[in-house]
């Protein structure tokens, strides 16, 4: 199952391997209701089934069962937003990398050991978007591919591709 959230300043992706053996369905469910799976699947095993009707989504967690309109229309092309060509990557240590962050959001002026390719780019992002991102990786490293201080930065896994986040830059204040 491939799940994509997006808002006007970043996209998430996740990947997972999933029971299902039907054809491929594409359905865009709100908000509210993934908010209310995710409450109730908190103290679950992790197992959640899903009835995907014309109109509807069944998800069962447990006892519960929550039931909802999908919304009409199509998804954003996300597609586009992802395939620009990076001009250089990064690959970083999560943990070190949340830290740093962490404690720049203190003291603007710390340092991540990183392996880079690339020209150098100085760049401006929301930390908050930036830990969000960082905090639901389930590996130790992640590749950061760059093209420019005005493109949005992708964070992937370092094998394979069970994530995506991609998160635009602010601007800088020039001096």
Known sequence: IRLVAVDGFRLAIRNEKIDYSGEEKIFVVPKKTLNEVLKLSAGEDGKISMSIGKRHITFKIGDYDIVSRLLDGEFLNYKAAISGNSTGTVKVSVRNLINSIERTSLIINDRVPAEMTGEKLEMGFNNKFLLDAL??????????????????????????????????????KTE
Do not use: A, M, N
């Open 135 to 172: 905090r639901v990786c389930d590996t130790d490293e992640v590749i950061i591919k760059l093209s420019s201080p005005v493109h949005p930065i992708i964070i992937v896994p370092t094998d394979g591709d069970s994530f995506l986040f991609l998160i635009l830059p602010v601007r800088l």
